[in-house]
């Protein structure tokens, strides 16, 4: 066999572990709205040094540059199992919780060496998500009653190794998105539910830099562009006083431009230390937004004929109202900051822990949804990689995040009181990955 077929041969089997992951995350969904379970190592480790380690191939996802440190033809296939608890009690004593059943974030990795200054990559993540759902008849559903949001990211890059010192990368991502969306109708528009269900495709790309000044220590920056979501699908309005309806519709929103600085060091042979800072623009999600393409499909009941012949301009308020829902966020930039470490036991086992904070993204708490309740979250994480044999890596990790700061819930977006406290917004992660290197 030739080196020419020998090489051909590694990459059909690699893309095709990396198909198999494709059609695992094509019907995924996951928890949080953005996710950064793309790396079980990284996990274990709060994702400290993000795309700079060298010890998988998510490099790729974290910062394209990083994958100068990977040789040859490397493949990971990884899932994060993930798991809410979002207990909300009411000023009036009644409880909620918004745990719909846990989900998997798949993640699959492809890095390929072409020359000593060239490297090929393909990622295939879930950069984005949502599962929450309360009951229909929840005292607070004009805040939010269930949300899902799937997304499968499709991310080619390449990187370059300058010199020694400098490494560059960068990629385009073609981002697939599902929706679904239901809460009650807002205040002043009657009762009833308003729900929304669509998708769309949108291009985005990210860039990375990476910095090795000495050997046993490097810097990173990357950047991650942010996707300009306006999703095609299905808007329905039920069980509202005035009118009722479904038809074609829309729905738009802004994910935030993020940007990882990341820094890791090896002290010692067996140990190694690192950090992570990112920022995340959430200032562009002001608000999520849907409308009915054609808001005839409106049907009014018969209480709303009586108030359409007696106050017309009334009718058409609630028309345009109902047809136009708008979900108020007003959100700001957010930090992640973490710490972790890893530490070489034998050639063959690596344990590691991290710990992260991230603030609160919601600028005005009254402003707070039960779709999206974030706050402040502590992190708490550790993992063991296994390699029992040169060319297989298996990853394991667990991760506990903890909402610790503001937690109250509003009636209305504008104005409204108190009406109850999310005593709990904690998830529970576990991840698995296998890398191969050919």
Not at 79 to 94: A, C, E, N, P, Q
Not at 140 to 156: F, K, Q
Not at 235 to 244: A, D, L
Not at 344 to 373: H, M, N, S, V
Request: glycine letters at 12%; charged letters at 20%.
């Amino acid at each position: 066999m030739t080196i020419k077929n020998s090489t051909f041969g590694k990459l059909t089997v690699a893309a095709a572990l990396c198909s198999s992951a494709i059609m695992c995350a094509s019907t995924a969904s996951a928890a949080g709205f953005q996710l950064t379970e793309q790396s079980v190592a990284g996990m274990g480790r709060a994702h400290a040094g993000a795309g700079i380690v060298g010890d998988d191939v998510s490099a790729i996802h974290f910062n394209p540059a990083g994958m100068t440190l990977l040789h040859g033809l490397q493949t990971t296939v990884a899932g994060t199992y993930v798991s809410l608890d979002i207990d909300y009690k009411g000023l009036d004593g009644k409880r909620e919780n918004g745990r719909d059943k846990p989900a998997t974030v798949p993640a699959a990795f492809l890095s390929y060496q072409v020359n000593d200054s060239l490297w090929l990559g393909l990622a295939i993540t879930s950069p984005y998500g949502m599962r929450i759902r309360y009951g229909s008849d929840w005292a607070a559903h004009e805040r939010g009653i269930s949300g899902s949001v799937t997304t499968v990211d499709i991310n080619p890059s390449i990187a370059w190794k300058v010199n020694d010192y400098v490494s560059l990368g960068g990629g385009v991502s073609a981002l697939w998105t599902h929706s679904k969306i239901k809460s009650g109708i807002p205040e002043g528009f009657g009762d009833g539910q308003f729900e929304y269900k669509g998708s769309d495709w949108m291009f985005t790309y990210n860039l990375g830099l990476m910095v090795t000044p000495i050997e046993d220590l490097r810097f990173g920056v990357s950047y991650r562009s942010s996707a300009h979501v306006t999703a095609r699908g299905d808007y329905y309005i039920r069980g509202n006083n005035y009118m009722n309806g479904e038809g074609d519709g829309k729905g738009r929103l802004q994910t935030p431009e993020t940007v990882y600085i990341s820094a890791t060091w090896k002290p010692i042979q067996r140990l190694r230390l690192s950090g992570l800072a990112r920022w995340a623009d959430w200032k562009k999600f002001e608000n999520m937004r849907f409308s009915m393409d054609d808001s005839n499909n409106l049907q009014k009941t018969q209480f709303g004929q009586m108030v359409s012949m007696g106050r017309p301009e009334l009718a058409g308020m609630l028309q345009s109202g109902l047809s136009n829902i708008s979900i108020q966020n007003d959100w700001k930039a957010a930090w992640l900051f973490s710490l972790g470490a890893d530490l070489d036991i034998t050639d063959q086992w690596t344990i590691r822990g991290g710990i992260a904070l991230e603030t609160d993204p919601i600028k005005k708490q009254y402003l707070r949804t039960a779709l999206i309740p974030d706050t402040k979250r502590l992190w708490l994480t550790c993992g063991f990689s296994w390699k029992p044999t040169p060319k297989w890596q298996i990853d394991m990790a667990y991760g506990h995040i903890r909402g610790i700061g503001h937690r109250d819930l509003y009636d209305a977006a504008e104005g409204g009181k108190k009406v109850g406290k999310f005593e709990k917004m904690n998830a529970w992660m576990a991840g698995a990955a296998v890398t191969y290197r050919f």
